[in-house]
């Protein structure tokens, strides 16, 4: 008869397999050190679309990193004098209200940037926002 008995490094492997394999549902994301939402995920993929451009490139616009709970106009970059002067920080909220209607929510602000009207395009972006600003 066979010996069904594991040595303690075939053992020790199979645990940490384990451990592996489900620490990412516990914590809940996708992959070990993502923590990415499905939402933050197609945000990634509309910003890259639809935002990078511009804000990747920190000529033509202000990096997006860590937007979320930043006073408006603090990075170093020639902002319109609207967002110079705004006194907000910006938040969910404010960034909402922003990516539905820019112009609306800072007159005088300068992007060309006119507003995205689906809310859940709005709220997958704004998800990215959140991730990358942690």
Known sequence: MKNNHYSPVILSRIILLATVSV?????????IG????????RGETIFAGQCATCHRTAAAAPPLEGIVGRPAGAVDYPYSR??????FTWDA????AFLVAPHDTLPGNQMAFYGIEDRQTVADLLAYLEHISN
């Open 93 to 96: 909220a404010t960034l909402e």
């Open 82 to 87: 609207a967002l110079r002067e705004a006194r």
């Open 23 to 31: 620490l990412p549902a516990l914590a809940g994301c996708d992959e």
């Open 34 to 41: 993502v923590g990415m939402s499905e939402a933050a995920r």
